[in-house]
């Protein structure tokens, strides 16, 4: 199940997405693996309309978002052998939104991952950019190559099983 041919990319606010690096697309909503993770299997699922804010969504891409999230969770969780995971929505540059446009975290969590459990929410600030910011956590944390984005896909897609190129418009 490799990435479409046509099209090369899905934006994502002001970023463009390679579809090499998207495992999931749906009618309202696609998932790409990151560009500086938190942890290993740390996954984004966005909106296929570029929207900033969460309350701005109609409910059709709240819904779809969400069953999206909760699919994409339960793949994640299993492939990193994860024991919880942290979902979570920055709405928001005061909350922590570094890209304006509706993204889900996906985290996928193990017993004494960080000191303190909600470390996590410092970690998190920052870590789907995809353009360079002034914040300190996303210069700890180095970029991760296009191959390995794209093989981590790959394995994800996999997973999924429904890769479905008819979606990408």
Known sequence: MSAPAGKAFVRFGPNAIPLKQMFL??????AFVNLKPVRPGHVL???????????????????????????????????YKASSLTLAIQDGAAAGQTVPHVHLHVIPRHMGDFASNDDIYSKLEGADNRVATSHVDNEERTPRSAEDMAAEAE??????????????V
């Open 25 to 30: 697309i749906s009618k309202l909503s696609f």
């Open 45 to 79: 699922i966005a909106t296929r309309r570029d929207v900033a804010r969460f309350n701005d969504l109609t409910s059709e891409e709240v819904s779809d978002l969400l069953v999206q999230g909760q699919r994409v969770s339960k793949v994640i969780e299993r492939v």
């Open 155 to 168: 394995l994800l897609r996999k997973e999924i099983g429904d890769w479905n190129e008819a979606e990408v």
